[in-house]
């Protein structure tokens, strides 16, 4: 099946596999690339959000991988930056991977913690996660702790993907608005 390309026009010849002469590869390789320099902002927000250190990292090896499966790319399957910045979330899990947990900023590597806090913060998160229904607490730690995604979730718990994505939804907001 022929790939399209929005900026090909109708008149752009095709040769008998239904592959695009080299000229429209190359003006959808621009466009492609238009679009990627165009998010490149949004891109670079979500990723700082996710890490202080390493973002420049992440965003050359997310656009990076962007650029190499450009033709995996399939508009009618979703929007270019939801696939790009979950593209960003996995180079962020590799990047993470291969360097170890810590994530601190540079900064942050300067600040002594006090002896007792780490027994302090593990209280508190679970009375946070204590506080979670049942149901938003083993999605949520299924999610988050064991990096299980959406589909698998839903096959494990038995629920619809819209449901699990539902509960995820509402076990972040109550720990984000803390103890009510």
């Known amino acids: 099946m022929p790939r ?11 040769r008998a596999d239904g592959t695009s002469d080299a000229g429209s590869d190359t003006t ?3 466009a492609f690339g238009d679009a990627l320099v165009a998010l490149t902002p949004r891109l670079r927000g979500f990723v700082r959000r996710l890490c202080l250190r390493d973002d ?4 050359q090896e997310c656009l990076t ?10 508009p009618a399957d979703g929007r270019l930056e939801a696939w790009l910045l979950k593209i960003a979330f996995r180079a962020y899990l590799d990047l993470r991977g291969r360097r170890g947990a810590d994530v601190l900023g540079d900064d942050d590597a300067l600040v002594q913690a006090p002896a007792d806090a780490s027994s302090e913060l593990r209280d508190e998160v679970g009375r946070a996660l204590a506080s979670l229904r049942a149901v938003e607490r083993d999605v949520l730690l299924r999610f988050h702790r064991d990096g299980q995604s959406i589909d698998d ?6 629920l619809p993907a819209g449901t699990v994505k ?3 939804h509402r076990a972040r907001g109550r720990l984000t608005q803390g103890p009510s």
């Not at 399209?4 to 095709?14: I, L, V």
């Not at 991988?65 to 399939?74: C, F, P």
């Not at 979730?153 to 038995?158: C, D, E, H, T, V």
């Open 4 to 14: 399209s390309c929005p900026s090909e026009t109708p008149t752009t010849p095709t």
């Open 65 to 74: 991988r962007a650029w190499r499966s450009r033709r995996a790319y399939r």
């Open 166 to 168: 539902s509960h995820l």
């Open 56 to 59: 420049d990292d992440v965003v």
């Open 28 to 30: 959808c390789d621009h």
């Open 153 to 158: 979730i839903a096959r494990a718990l038995l």
